[in-house]
């Protein structure tokens, strides 16, 4: 079946513009993540989803990073005023509670 | 400290050697432990759960030793497509399940 899709997968934007990042996860899925993988960094968790629970936004970097997840599918990580350390892959997993699989992430360039 | 430390690597072995991966985590109550490969440019896949007990599929040993928080991926008889990073990855906090990722060990086999 289909895995796990974002769009776009690339994005560059000037700095102090907003961005909309989208993630489609695997069908049924009730659990939704996205992660931020930065360069010569770890992937690191950003904001979890869980079924129709109020979401996990602990590892939001800043108030310019939020996202929502309508009707318990779709995802959308929108990133206000985006600045330059903002540069990264995002990617979005979701799971059934077990493996966690992963979209091919978002490659988003501030200049 | 970072909660999951790994050797950078680069780890360059010619093909058929033995290679083997350590990774620590700092945060006792971790709960689930696994091995990811990520391809450059690439999504993080799933290679293996590791249990303290030790778990073997195929070339490819993972090995948990919650004492010493420590843990251990072993790949023998190594192909030119075991190239890739390998991910070090903890679950700390069993109720949102988000993983925390070790920034990776960088593996090239040479012919």
């Known amino acids: 079946g289909a895995g796990v899709s974002q769009s776009p997968s690339n994005k560059v934007t000037e700095k102090g513009k907003d961005v909309e990042l989208r993630c489609d996860p695997i069908?049924?899925?009730?659990?939704l993540y996205w992660y931020r993988q930065s360069l010569g960094q770890g992937l690191e968790f950003l904001i979890y989803?869980?079924?129709?629970?109020?979401?996990?936004k602990s590892g939001l970097p800043s108030d310019r990073f939020s996202a929502e997840r309508t009707g318990g599918s779709v995802s959308t990580l929108t990133i206000q005023r985006t600045q330059q350390e903002d540069s990264a892959v995002y990617l979005c997993?979701?799971?059934?509670?077990?493996?966690?699989?992963f979209g091919p992430g978002t490659r988003l360039t501030v200049t | 400290r970072k909660e999951v430390e790994q050797d950078p690597g680069p780890f360059n072995v010619p093909e058929g050697a033995t290679v083997a991966f350590n990774c620590t985590y700092s945060?006792?109550?971790?709960?689930?432990f696994f091995w990811y490969r990520q391809d450059c440019r690439k999504e993080p896949k799933l290679l293996m759960s590791v249990y303290s007990s030790g778990n073997e599929d195929g070339r490819f040993t993972a090995q948990l030793n919650r004492a010493s928080q420590y843990i251990s991926l072993l790949i023998r008889d190594s192909k030119l497509s075991d190239s890739a990073t390998y991910l070090c990855?903890?679950?700390?906090?069993?109720?949102?399940?988000?993983?925390?990722f070790g920034s990776g060990t960088r593996l090239q086999v040479q012919p």
């Open positions: 945060n006792s109550a971790s709960q689930s």
């Open positions: 997993a979701s799971s059934d509670l077990g493996e966690q699989y």
């Open positions: 990855v903890v679950i700390a906090d069993t109720g949102r399940r988000a993983l925390t």
């Open positions: 069908s049924g899925h009730t659990a």
């Open positions: 989803f869980q079924g129709n629970s109020a979401p996990d």
